[in-house]
């Protein structure tokens, strides 16, 4: 990780980390709280366990929270205090609906990069307090996105959900029994059964699936 100037003019620098450093960290925090809270790896990331990390770095962690008056887009909210940990709102909707699991999975993951990735930077600099929303067309990784905030959140989020080492089993196992070789266009038959079989076994959606397999080079 290097420090650089900051476009934005959130802060005086901003953290730029390599793909790599973000996909090791992201590997090594899920194995790690899985081995210690669980005694082993446990697959796919569970909704309880993305709530624990949140619940382990955050003040606090509301999950059923009225965002309404945030706007209808917004589905996270953290709020950053220099000195205090952080405080995360989830909205109440995606606890309460519960076929909207993948939303709040891809929530919850979002905001704990805030949390873990972000919160440091607001001690650094003693800024005021300040409250980080986020939309739900924001939880991804979108490509020419100029928030470095939201870009690394998003791009976190597939990594947590979808961890490297695990994906890399998943996929080399696909591929073995059908005699295929990365990367897979995403039109074909082979493509989508790819996406939705990853879907499945990490219980995200098929965008996010499909994004993920994207960002690790197995879909073209």
């Known amino acids: 990780m290097i420090m650089i100037a900051d476009r934005t003019g959130r802060f005086p620098q901003r953290p730029h980390y390599l793909?790599?450093?973000?996909?090791?960290?992201?590997?090594?925090?899920?194995?790690?709280?899985?081995?210690?809270?669980?005694?082993q790896l446990v697959n796919p990331v569970s909704t309880p366990m993305l709530v624990e990390l949140l619940e382990d770095e955050a003040a606090t962690v509301n999950l059923y929270c009225d965002l309404s008056v945030e706007g209808e887009e917004i589905h996270g909210l953290t709020e950053f205090t220099p000195g205090s940990k952080p405080c995360v709102s989830i909205a109440r909707e995606l606890s309460y609906q519960h076929w909207r699991e993948h939303r709040l999975r891809t929530t919850l993951a979002h905001e704990y990069c805030h949390v873990h990735w972000h919160a440091w930077l607001y001690d650094r600099y003693c800024l005021p307090s300040s409250r980080h929303k986020c939309a739900r067309g924001k939880l991804l990784p979108h490509d020419g996105e100029l928030d470095w905030m939201e870009w690394q959140a998003g791009y976190i989020c597939c990594a947590l959900l979808i961890p490297r080492s695990r994906a890399a089993l998943s996929v080399t196992a696909f591929c073995a029994e059908r005699d295929l070789h990365t990367p897979l266009a995403r039109a074909t038959v082979e493509g989508r059964l790819l996406i939705a079989r990853t879907s499945v076994l990490f219980n995200v959606s098929m965008v996010a699936a499909e994004v993920r397999l994207g960002q690790l080079g197995y879909l073209n």
């Open 19 to 39: 793909i790599d450093e973000l996909e090791t960290a992201c590997d090594e925090i899920v194995a790690n709280f899985a081995t210690r809270h669980y005694g």
